[in-house]
């Protein structure tokens, strides 16, 4: 069963940019996708975009079209998610999940922390 | 304002069932089969309950199940136990914006 192991919690600045990693325990990708989703203090789900590694193809919630790129790097089984121009609104756990748009995600990662404050 | 209606919050006694809806359009629930459910413990990622509407992950528990009727969704817990205490989230496909979750509903455990 593979494992998604994500990079520690980060504090930036307002307009700032952070990028989050998440590790597959699995030596390769495979023909999976893999999922982020957020989750503001207190606050339910939301899906920021996807990506599919074996491919190199991304999509993204339109409410952050032009702020979020993810990509995946299949050598080192690791994806990637960078918001740019920080806003306090986006502090949130980040959490990556094994799924496309149409898939059930699972496992998910055990989360990223980002807390945007001046 | 979720994309997914869902019961804020639920109440069940140990050992009966209770039902948590999930009502979207016919952009999502109503013409898809890709409507997945998740438990989140506090402090915990979520984790995989039910996927494409009523399919159980190896390893959850039968008592978990999963139906669709027209826009709405539910998530069935029979035999409630402690531990199932939790926040829930459906989630499904959609045509107008890709993936859309409920807003979750507290699962409390009488």
């Known amino acids: 069963q593979v494992q998604l192991v994500q990079s520690g919690a980060e504090v930036k600045k307002p307009g700032s940019s952070v990028k989050v990693s998440c590790k597959a325990s699995?030596?390769?990708?495979?023909?999976?996708?893999l999922t982020w989703v957020r989750q503001a203090p207190g606050q339910g789900l939301e899906w920021v975009g996807g990506?599919?590694?074996?491919?190199?193809?991304?999509n993204y919630a339109q409410k952050f079209q032009g702020r979020v790129t993810i990509t995946a790097d299949d050598s080192s089984t690791t994806a990637y998610m960078e918001l740019n121009n920080l806003r306090s609104e986006d502090t949130a756990m980040y959490y990556c999940?094994?799924?496309?748009?149409?898939?059930?995600?699972?496992?998910w990662g055990q989360g990223t922390l980002v807390t945007v404050s001046s | 304002q979720s994309a997914l209606t869902q019961p804020a919050s639920v109440s069940g006694s140990l050992g009966q069932s209770i039902t948590i809806s999930c009502t979207g359009t016919?952009?999502?629930?109503?013409?898809?089969?890709?409507v997945s459910w998740y438990q989140q413990h506090p402090g915990k990622a979520p984790k995989l309950m039910i996927y494409d509407v009523r399919y159980r992950p190896s390893g959850v528990s039968d008592r978990f199940s999963g139906s669709k009727s027209g826009n709405t969704a539910s998530l069935t817990i029979s035999g409630l136990q402690a531990e199932d205490e939790a926040d829930y989230y459906c989630s499904s496909y959609s045509s107008v914006t890709t993936r859309v979750f409920g807003g979750g509903t507290k699962l409390t455990v009488l």
């Open positions: 699995a030596g390769t990708f495979g023909s999976y996708a």
């Open positions: 990506v599919i590694p074996m491919f190199g193809s991304s």
């Open positions: 016919s952009s999502d629930v109503g013409d898809y089969n890709y």
């Open positions: 999940a094994r799924g496309s748009d149409l898939e059930g995600l699972d496992p």
